[in-house]
């Protein structure tokens, strides 16, 4: 069983830092990417970040450039987030996601739970 396990959000001020952790279980990803999407009240689901496993590209939504950072650690099996200069736009809950393809869309094969994350004025 596929297990997606997200943690670290909460609530910070605008301007601070969080660091979301998504540890996954159940199969081996080595040849997976794995995506952090968002998705904030009345609005659709939309793609934040992507890395591979294997080679490490990663690929950023616009809005989130220059602020979040996505890294993995292999040995752990974790990818995680690292979200800067937080704005309370960015207010949303976070799902990793775990795929075949580095891809913006929402094809990926599993899903976490989510974790809120929200960003006061």
């Known amino acids: 069983q596929v297990l997606l396990v997200e943690s670290g959000g909460g609530l910070v001020q605008a301007g601070g830092s969080l660091r979301l952790s998504c540890a996954a279980s159940?199969?081996?990803?080595?040849?997976?990417?794995m995506g952090w999407f968002r998705q904030a009240p009345g609005k659709e689901r939309e793609f934040v970040a992507v890395?591979?496993?294997?080679?490490?590209?990663?690929y950023y939504a616009d809005s989130v450039k220059g602020r979040f950072t996505i890294s993995r650690d292999n040995a752990k099996n974790t990818v995680y987030l690292q979200m800067n200069s937080l704005k309370p736009e960015d207010t949303a809950v976070y799902y990793c996601?775990?795929?075949?393809?580095?891809?913006?869309?929402?094809?990926?094969?599993?899903w976490g739970q989510g974790t809120q994350v929200t960003v006061s004025s």
């Open positions: 890395i591979r496993w294997s080679g490490g590209l990663t």
């Open positions: 996601a775990a795929g075949p393809r580095a891809t913006i869309n929402r094809e990926y094969d599993y």
């Open positions: 159940g199969r081996t990803f080595t040849n997976y990417a």
